[in-house]
Structure formats: C-alpha cells, structure tokens
C-alpha cells in the first residue's frame, strides 16, 4: 500500500518561514511527478507547486517567489519551503504522487497555520 506522509506544519507569525516535508513509502519515487496542495476551510482544494523529474518546478500565482518545491529522490521525499508567509495561506496542506496510468495517492495532510 502506498503511504504518503506529511509533516513540518504549524503556527507561523506573518512573514515567517516554515518548511513542509512529504515521505513516500512503497513507490517508486523517483519516477512519478510530485505536487503540493492546500484546503483553507470552506475553500476547494487547490494547486501550489509541482515537480516533475527531469523538469522545471510549476507554481501557483499566489505563492510564485515566495514557495519552493524540491525533491530528494535518495530520501523518497519533496519539500516545500514557504517563507514570507500571509495568513491566506493558512491551509491544510496535502502532497500527491502521480503515478503510471493517471492514479493519484495522497497524504492525509499538515495544518500550516499563519496568525499573530
């Protein structure tokens, strides 16, 4: 059974930074595109980055300059790092592994709150 698992969130003040991990178990990591999204409450989920391997990183308008996607295919884990944080982007936030054939695994997210 593939397992997505999320860590790194929390309570950040406003223009902090704070770094998001992803570990992917029982996949081939390396092969398959990774991608970070967020839920705010009463809000759809939406897209904030991808990485695909052996391509440019893509970015939401909203967090384009301010968040970095990466990946670490030796440790089966993508990061995203956030800094100069806003308090809409205070979400849960979810990774999703691509796999072959179009199946999507995801985890079951990290709270990433940004208040004073």
């Known amino acids: 059974q593939v397992q997505l698992v999320e860590s790194g969130g929390g309570l950040v003040q406003p223009g902090g930074s704070l770094t998001l991990s992803c570990a992917v178990f029982?996949?081939?990591?390396?092969?398959?595109?990774m991608a970070w999204y967020r839920q705010a409450p009463g809000n759809p989920r939406e897209f904030v980055a991808s990485?695909?391997?052996?391509?440019?990183?893509n970015y939401a308008d909203s967090v384009n300059g301010r968040f970095t996607i990466a990946r670490d295919n030796a440790k089966k884990t993508v990061y995203l790092q956030m800094s100069s944080l806003k308090p809409e982007d205070s979400a849960v936030y979810y990774c999703r592994l691509t796999a072959s054939g179009g199946t999507d695994y995801w985890g079951k997210g990290t709270l990433v709150t940004v208040s004073s």
């Open positions: 029982r996949m081939t990591f390396r092969l398959y595109p």
């Open positions: 990485i695909s391997p052996g391509a440019e990183p």
